[in-house]
């Protein structure tokens, strides 16, 4: 019995492709990834995709839902189209198991202790489930009625995995476009120099991923989603994740310029002697956020260890159990590190400057 994943792989090269690497479980938590199956230089090709597998979705500036729609079309319309892509359906994650904007459950977002947050997951849901009630007739005249069958919890699915798994590669036309790019997609996220892979579209518009430095076998393949998400606001917002970054970063709407849908303006280095954070003010502020969490870090990181016990009160009697639950709980104790850590930095630089 061969995995989804191996029939994706020998599907692609069956169409032309070729695929170095292997999907396989990447983190204790059974995140799913892809890794090095040989050693390769700087510079080699990983995946080659022949463009007839790629799906194009719409341009730039459409919404997923938009998107989403257009892809339902797109299986109706062609269904021996639809039936040789069975094996990249196949590989999509399951309902249920995509967590972003789209699909968060309600009820444990007040564990993440951050309002705007969560308020921009219920506002865009909302827009989601709008869609589907056929609340954007702009969009799709009757969802219900042009695709009958496929249950709210199908749409909002798929329209997480859209958001969260297509590209944005411009067309012949120059024309920024939504791509859903088979196998490509199991590439994890990483940012700065931690990515190894850089995905490409050649002339004839075939795609290729090609490393960025040495990598040895075995090694985890990363390419850089897009450079919006270096914060966990907005990688938990957009592709349901959080990471450790070491030194731990501000989440952006911490910054006094920074919100869920821009790259912030202003950084941690601005806090750094000289730097144009370098302030009283500014040091109040980021006191009156630290302190106005209901829990401190310690306390968080007591019930991540799963001490819940005497905590569990802590969550007005609830205990963490499930994985999202750990990293909403997680989320809330590492924007407090890091409040913590820049709050130091700040202290340090106003003793030089003697303003402290
Ligand atoms: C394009 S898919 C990548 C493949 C995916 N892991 C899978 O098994 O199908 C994007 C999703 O992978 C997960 N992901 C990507 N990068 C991650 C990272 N650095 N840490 C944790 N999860 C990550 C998130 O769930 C994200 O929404």
Not at 178 to 207: K, S
Not at 241 to 268: K, M, T, V, W
Not at 343 to 352: F, G, N, P, S, T
Request: glycine letters at 8%; one cysteine or more; proline letters at 4%.
């Amino acid at each position: 019995s061969i995995t989804a994943e191996e029939k994706l792989i020998r599907w692609i090269r069956r169409c032309g492709g070729t695929v170095d690497l292997e999907i396989t479980n990447v983190s204790d938590e059974g995140l799913r990834g892809a890794v090095a199956v040989r050693d390769m230089n700087k510079s080699q090709i990983a995946v080659h995709l022949p463009a007839h597998i790629a799906v194009e979705l719409g341009e730039g500036h459409v919404t997923s839902e938009e998107n989403t729609v257009k892809l339902f079309r797109l299986k109706k319309e062609n269904s021996a189209w639809n039936e040789s892509m069975l094996p990249y359906w196949e590989s999509l994650p399951q309902a249920g198991t995509s967590m972003t904007k789209q699909t968060y459950p309600a009820e444990p977002l007040d564990l993440l202790q951050d309002r705007i947050l969560e308020a921009s997951i219920v506002v865009h849901s909302a827009y989601t489930k709008n869609v589907y009630d056929g609340g954007k007739p702009a969009l799709i005249e009757s969802f219900q009625e042009e695709f009958p069958g496929v249950s709210y919890v199908d749409f909002s699915h798929i329209t997480s995995v859209v958001a969260s798994y297509a590209f944005l590669f411009p067309n012949e036309e120059g024309v920024a476009k939504r791509m859903l790019l088979p196998v490509m997609d199991m590439l994890n996220h990483a940012d700065g120099t931690e990515h190894n892979l850089e995905i490409m579209q050649a002339d004839n518009g075939d795609f290729y991923a090609y490393t960025l430095r040495d990598i040895d076998k075995g090694e985890e393949l990363f390419h850089e989603y897009n450079t919006g998400i270096r914060r966990n606001d907005q990688s938990l917002f957009h592709y349901g994740f959080i990471r450790e970054h070491d030194p731990p970063r501000l989440i952006a709407q911490d910054l006094p310029a920074g919100n869920l849908y821009e790259p912030a303006a202003y950084s941690e280095e601005d806090y750094e002697f000289g730097g144009r954070l370098v302030n009283k003010a500014e040091l109040a502020r980021l006191e009156a956020i630290l302190s106005s969490f209901p829990t401190t870090e310690a306390e968080d990181a007591k019930l991540l260890e799963g001490k819940n016990g005497g905590w569990a009160g802590l969550l007005g009697g609830r205990s963490i159990q499930t994985p999202l639950e750990r990293m909403f709980v997680k989320y809330r104790m590492l924007r407090k590190r890091a409040l913590t850590e820049v709050i130091q930095k700040l202290k340090d630089a106003l003793v030089i400057t003697k303003e402290l």
